[in-house]
Structures are given as C-alpha cells and as structure tokens.
C-alpha cells in the first residue's frame, strides 16, 4: 500500500533558524494536507495543497508541493518556541481516507 | 470553524473490560467519521470509516469484533474497545468530515488498560 514517509524523524534547532521537513510518497499524491500536533493534543489543519508545483505561504511557513506531485515540503523561517510539536503531511487519497506520513518532530531552543 | 469533541477525555480501565468512546460534531453534520490510533511518537494510524448510517469500513489489520463502531446520527459515532487489554492502551482520536476533503479532529482519548 502506499507509504508517506517524512525527514527528518526529529529536529533540534536553536530559535531563529530555519526548519524544513519533506515530505515523500510511494505513489502520486492526490492532494497534501499538513498538519500540526502540539504535545499532547490533536492534529490541527495548517493548509492543503491541490495542484502541482503549488507554493502557499502563511506568515513564516511556507509549503511547496512538488511538480511530479510526489512530494511535499514544509519550511518554517525564523522558528520561534511556539513552532514546537510534531508536523505531519497526509494524502487524501483516491480511495477516500487520510494516509498520515511519519511526521517530523521540531524542538525549538530558546 | 467546526467543532468536534471526544469523551471521555482521559479512561484507565482494567484488562477485560469495554471501554466506549464518543465522537461529536457540535456546529455541523458528519457524513463521515475516521477513527485514528496514536501510539507514542508515532504517527496517526487510520483504524477506520463510518459513514452515518451504514457498517464502517476497517483498515487492514484492524479486528472488527474488537473495536466496534457505531455511527447513528450525523453528529455522532461511537467506538467500543471490547475486552481491552494493556496492548490497546494508546491515544484515539476521532475526526469528522462534511466534506470529505476537510476533516476536523476531536482532542483525542487517552486510554491506558492495566
């Protein structure tokens, strides 16, 4: 079946630097959504991305989806202590369900 | 926006016994519900669908007899982890969908079996 995996598995970074996790299929992505899980809560919608190439910005984030629509990135600029928790990418594939990827856990260090 | 709850929040049980968990949709109609399964810094893990009215559908692995969901209304579903033992503790987390392109999270149930 179809495997959604993310890189890096964690990050450590010192706050002001930048972040980037990837996000990588075995398949076609029918359409990307991210995500984000801050410590002991839920995922909360961050964007959805449709079309191929597509960038969308939203403040100091930034998501890309790649041209052969097999991948998918996520770049945070500037982090802050805020950015902590753990980002995921999912699939909404063409048999109607979400396929989550392994997400990429963010430490930010004052 | 949407709002979704869970209950309980939090449930510590002992091995052999059922636990049901809620799923609500407060300010819109779920046509679809996902049941999700959260181990510890471990992604989501899809369980399965329910749409209102009709059998969920489960995931590949998933055991039916033990995790029974129900999905009654169009703002409710139900999942009963039947028989629990210590290997089902984890973090179950409901979302619900109107449109199946955008699903809204319930804040998640933390179930711990002794």
């Known amino acids: 079946g179809q495997q959604v995996m993310q890189i890096p598995q964690y990050q450590h970074v010192q706050e002001g630097e930048d972040f980037t996790t990837y996000c990588n299929s075995s398949?076609?992505?029918?359409?990307i959504q991210w995500y984000k899980q801050r410590p002991g809560g839920h995922p909360v919608f961050l964007i959805q991305?449709?079309?191929?190439?597509e960038v969308k910005k939203q403040k100091r984030l930034t998501f890309q989806f790649g041209e052969a629509k097999k991948n998918s990135s996520l770049h945070i600029t500037a982090t802050q202590t805020t950015d902590v928790g753990t980002y995921f990418c999912?699939?909404?594939?063409?048999?109607?369900?979400?396929?989550f990827g392994t997400g990429t856990r963010l430490k930010v260090l004052a | 926006g949407a709002v979704v709850s869970q209950h309980p929040s939090r449930v510590i049980c002992k091995s052999g016994t059922s636990v049901k968990i809620e799923c609500r949709s407060l300010d819109f109609q779920a046509t679809t519900m996902f049941w999700y399964r959260q181990f510890p810094k471990q992604s989501l893990m899809l369980m399965a669908t329910s749409n209102e009215g009709s059998k969920a559908t489960y995931e590949q692995g998933v055991e039916k007899d033990k995790f029974l969901i129900n999905h009654a209304s169009l703002t409710l579903s139900t999942l009963t982890v039947t028989s629990a033992h210590p290997e089902d503790s984890s973090f179950y987390i409901c979302?619900?969908?109107?449109?199946?392109?955008?699903?809204?999270f319930g804040p998640g149930t933390r179930l711990l079996v002794l």
């Open positions: 979302s619900a969908s109107s449109r199946l392109e955008t699903q809204y």
């Open positions: 398949t076609t992505l029918s359409n």
């Open positions: 999912a699939d909404f594939s063409g048999t109607y369900k979400y396929i």
């Open positions: 991305l449709v079309k191929s190439g």
